[in-house]
């Protein structure tokens, strides 16, 4: 996948800034769906945006930045085939790619250095879903309610 979207509030502004010059650099294309500051904004209207443009353009991947990561994740799994993982470190990336089929990555800015938000990105970009056992658990992560 060479689309990214990629979106932040003001607390993920500088991560975000940050990995998009790095893919760029590296060919991607990136849509960014914002924040455009670090003046205070709330972190659902751009995890919403990308959320949205996953779900809706061939081929994309999305990425999210915020302090913590939990309330971007939170806000783009409400969004029924969206599988936003958040991810501190390589490992939970790739295993939230192998096992979960994630299609958003979401960094606590906050917590982690430039270099390693680096290396969660290119461990989440650069993996490959191993589908077999792990493709029925997948299948059942949205919840379709009967009522």
Not at 24 to 49: N, Q
Not at 91 to 104: F, P, Q, R
């Amino acid at each position: 996948m060479n689309h990214i979207v990629i979106g932040s509030d003001h607390a993920g502004f500088k991560c975000k800034e940050l990995i998009k010059a790095m893919l760029e650099s590296a060919g991607y294309t990136v849509e960014d769906k914002g924040t455009l500051s670090e003046d205070s904004v709330d972190y659902p209207d751009f995890a919403h945006k990308v959320a949205e443009a996953v779900l809706t353009e061939n081929n994309t991947t999305g990425i999210l930045c915020c302090g913590s990561g939990n309330g971007v994740a939170m806000a783009a799994n409400k969004h029924q085939g969206i599988r936003a993982a958040l991810c501190w470190n390589m490992e939970i990336a790739s295993l939230a790619i192998k096992h979960n089929a994630a299609n958003v990555l979401c960094i606590p800015a906050r917590f982690v250095t430039t270099d390693e938000a680096y290396q969660i990105t290119n461990a989440f970009l650069n993996e490959k879903f191993e589908g077999g056992r792990h493709q029925n658990r997948v299948n059942k992560i949205d919840c379709i309610s009967d009522l």
